[in-house]
């Protein structure tokens, strides 16, 4: 185990079994949290601190971007969209923010390639979850690729998706048994006291928490399910 | 000729041309700049600034980028960093921003996707270049690959690299037949009010220049070739 690894960390529920994961896979960690305008973004950047005060990362960084709430195209950026409650429908949600996930590895590559990290950990569900296109395997397959050949490639970088293939469910029963913090994260879309309980992050989590059969420590205004 | 398309334009010469080949090819043209931190960033802004003045695009972005500068590792945006004279070593200059396309691509897709514009223009050159690794013509058919499978892909989304095979020189001689305005241009990374004529970029624009047989109209301290 001699491993430098990025861990990109949003402060949810998945990124954090994902840092918890890479804690037992990788010597060094360096946490990365992107704000890109997201509505509960004070939130997630305070759960962030947290979890990062819990493992003790060798460094942590967070970088602000405002460009993508100023392209919009989302309800998770965009004043003048709302937040929708969760459907089971298949179409792609409001709270797709345009090729995001693209952003967040770009930012993890530039910074692997000055500390010389060659593990790049994010916590994208690609099943189970809301269908964002920039969630897929192959997405993150081709993505590495692109690493491979736009970087000065001194060593390689691979994009590590532990939780990908997961269910919801089972990303819980693996946070529980490797002790991840749930207390500390923060999912919903819409508030950042207490968890709406109906917006589609919600709705998974708590879906997930339930099937694994594990009470979810966070405060939700409403649980209909 | 149906086309929206985002010109990435630094405000060099070869994102110069690009645009305007651009100009020839597309409807409506977006211009996209991207200030990363750059020691020159405040005279490129002024460059991109003039030249869509002078095309006149159906809408400019600039957008500014603090973390590039943070993550480091590279002579343009490291102030501990000197910019290097040019050499004609095969190395990969103290200049190359690690993974800095990727960045630019990200955002340029982010836009598109919700303007629906169908193609970015970069002005990336391969052979007759600094060899950035994010330069290369595999790195950019492998982006737009990534592009494909991240988006919600309603449309496809194409990257356009008109003068990525060219000489410096040729582009420079296709600016000329197409009446780009080589006056409004800044490639210099040394300077931002008389070009250095010392570094990678003053070089390989002034060997362009004196190949094409075309009198370059910036004024530099030094004319070493």
Redo the contacts between chains.
């Keep these: 185990m001699n491993k430098k690894a990025i861990v990109l960390l949003s402060g949810g529920m998945d990124s954090l079994v994902t840092a918890a994961i890479a804690r037992q896979e990788c010597e060094k960690l360096y946490f990365l949290h992107i704000d890109y305008g997201q509505k509960t973004s004070r939130r997630e950047k305070k759960a962030f601190e947290d979890i990062a005060k819990y493992y003790k990362p060798s460094e942590k ?1 967070i ?6 709430k ?4 989302s309800s998770l950026t965009d004043s003048c969209m709302q937040v929708e409650d969760h459907s089971d429908s298949k179409a ?1 949600p409001t709270s ?8 967040l590895l ?2 993890a ?3 692997a ?2 500390i010389k990290a060659g593990h790049i950990y994010i916590g994208a569900v690609e099943e189970d979850s809301s269908g964002y ?2 969630c ?1 395997k ?2 993150f397959e ?2 590495e ?3 491979r ?5 001194e060593f390689p970088i691979s994009i590590c998706t532990p939780v990908l293939d997961l269910s919801k469910a089972e990303i819980v029963q693996i946070g529980n048994k490797l002790k991840a913090p749930f207390h500390l994260t923060w999912s919903c879309y819409r508030n950042e006291e207490i968890a709406c309980g109906r917006c589609d992050s919600c709705i998974l989590r708590l879906r997930a928490f339930k099937t694994a059969g594990i009470i979810d420590p966070l405060p939700y205004e409403e649980v209909s399910e």
Tied chains: 1, 2.
């Design positions: 960084k970088v602000t971007l405002d460009y993508l100023d392209i919009g195209g792609i797709y923010v345009p090729f995001r996930n693209a952003h770009a930012i590559t530039s910074w390639e000055v296109p920039d897929r192959e997405f081709h993505f690729k692109t690493i050949l736009g970087t000065k490639n």
